[in-house]
């Protein structure tokens, strides 16, 4: 079974640039996340998608990031503009939960982003 | 607002010693999720426990799951050096009147088992 994909693995931009990340999770899952982790900490939950709704944004800087998924499939997290503070790894997963409860996360490789 | 602690942060262990970390958590919940990450790499899955008193155990590793106390441990038998990681614990947390599930890590606590 194929896991999550993400894409790009790495981006360095310069400050006040834009950025985008790409996700695909495992198929047939019907939740996405995605998580922003800093360095020497935990992942922190950004949004949190059913099918093609979003169920929680309530940590997302929407002032700056925003994110979609269409189809209730792929899903892009985009950060403009981009500040020094942002730099940390972004994270992906899926998970096959139910619309009331989380189920076991899946979580692919992440896109290591540095904003000089 | 949910809060998830975990300790220790750190712990420097040798090999063939026992140790536990603790995760406590701040509200009701009755899933809670173990991940280890090596340097440079993703979550991987460990434990997933689904209700109070739930024991699981692979390898050297044992979960447990205490929701009445709020609490979980991750327990380490006679540890090797192929442990050394990052765990994090995971609760599922439900906002808005539990209408929905989502997961709050902890900060991890960074492993390292010398020889």
């Known amino acids: 079974e194929a896991g999550v994909a993400q894409s790009p693995r790495y981006k360095i931009i310069e400050k006040r640039q834009s950025v985008a990340f790409w996700c695909n999770p495992i198929?047939?899952?019907?939740?996405l996340y995605w998580y922003q982790q800093i360095l020497g900490q935990g992942p922190k939950l950004l949004i949190q998608?059913?099918?093609?709704?979003?169920?929680?944004d309530s940590q997302l800087p929407k002032d700056r990031f925003s994110a979609e998924r269409l189809k209730g499939v792929d899903s892009t997290l985009k950060i403009q503009p981009a500040k020094l503070e942002d730099s940390a790894v972004y994270l992906c997963a899926s998970s096959s939960k139910s619309v009331w409860r989380a189920t076991e996360a899946f979580f692919g490789q992440g896109t290591r982003l540095t904003v000089v | 607002e949910l809060k998830v602690e975990q300790n220790p942060l750190f712990l420097s262990m040798q090999e063939g010693k026992n140790y536990t970390i603790y995760c406590n958590y701040s509200t009701t919940s009755d899933r809670l999720y173990w991940y280890r990450q090596d340097p440079g790499k993703s979550l991987e899955s460990l434990f997933v426990l689904l209700s109070n008193g739930a024991v699981k155990q692979e390898g050297r590793l044992m979960a447990s799951l205490d929701t009445k106390a709020r609490l979980s441990t991750l327990h380490i038998t006679a540890a090797v050096h192929d442990l050394s990681a990052t765990y994090f614990c995971a609760v599922d947390y439900h906002n808005y009147g539990g209408s929905q599930g989502n997961l709050i890590f902890g900060k991890g606590t960074k492993l390292s088992v010398k020889p």
């Open positions: 198929s047939g899952h019907a939740t």
């Open positions: 998608f059913q099918n093609n709704g979003v169920v929680d």
